[in-house]
């Protein structure tokens, strides 16, 4: 059973532009993670929250946890045609040695 | 460079093959794991290890048959697999063991392209 609901699917967008990705659940998360992985590539971890409404940023990236530790969102500002990648929310639970992963949003940025 | 470390990167077998996929990390992490990827969809839980013993299996077929011979090393055997199974296939560790992960992150080798004939 998929817990966690990426939005959008897919997303194409010229290089400049800024762009929001959501991941949403129904179930509560002690963390919630945030992957990307490029083409031929694993995925690699962009950030960790682990409170609720907790925002963090890296360079052009901010990522927030909803109040309710059950929902995230990751924007991007001026995006760049290196950003382009598979973004990957999982989440977590105390309990158990099992993340969930999100159905996956597909960024292309074209130069 | 990812620390994790998967051979071979690139795999082609028929129906009838046994083949062995390879996966070598040396962080120290107590919990591994493998994950088999379709193209533009999110990784699928197959099997976890915490300090080297089966704590998860997601009903994967017995054709599929892991092994973690040390803390370091994990490996998937393959055997009469389907056109199916072609998939990316994914090795990770995390430094947690079997309770409470929490922020423990997960580390990802770049995979093995299986591609089955």
């Known amino acids: 059973t998929q817990l966690l609901e990426q939005s959008p699917q897919f997303l194409s967008i010229q290089e400049g532009e800024n762009l929001t990705v959501y991941c949403n659940s129904s179930?509560?998360?002690?963390?919630l993670q945030w992957y990307r992985q490029e083409p031929g590539e694993g995925p690699v971890l962009l950030v960790t929250v682990v409170t609720g409404g907790e925002v963090k940023k890296l360079k052009r990236l901010t990522f927030q946890f909803g109040d309710a530790r059950k929902d995230s969102s990751l924007h991007i500002t001026a995006a760049q045609p290196g950003d382009t990648g598979l973004y990957l929310c999982a989440g977590a639970h105390n309990t158990g040695n099992q993340f969930y992963f999100g159905t996956g949003t597909s960024l292309t940025v074209i130069p | 460079d990812t620390e994790v470390t998967q051979t071979p990167k690139h795999l082609v077998m028929g129906m009838t093959n046994k083949k062995s996929l390879k996966c070598e990390q040396h962080?120290?992490?107590?919990?591994m794991y493998w994950y088999k990827q379709k193209a533009k969809k999110p990784p699928e839980l197959m099997f976890v290890y915490s300090y080297e013993k089966l704590s998860i299996n997601e009903s994967v077929p017995s054709r599929f048959s892991p092994e973690c011979p040390n803390s370091s090393l994990l490996n998937l055997h393959l055997h009469a697999l389907q056109p199916e199974d072609s998939a990316l296939y994914l090795c990770?560790?995390?430094?947690?063991?079997?309770?409470?992960?929490?922020?423990?992150?997960?580390?990802f080798g770049n995979g093995t392209r299986l591609t089955v004939t």
């Open positions: 179930s509560v998360f002690s963390s």
């Open positions: 990770a560790s995390s430094p947690s063991g079997p309770h409470a992960i929490g922020d423990s992150p997960l580390h």
């Open positions: 962080m120290g992490h107590r919990a």
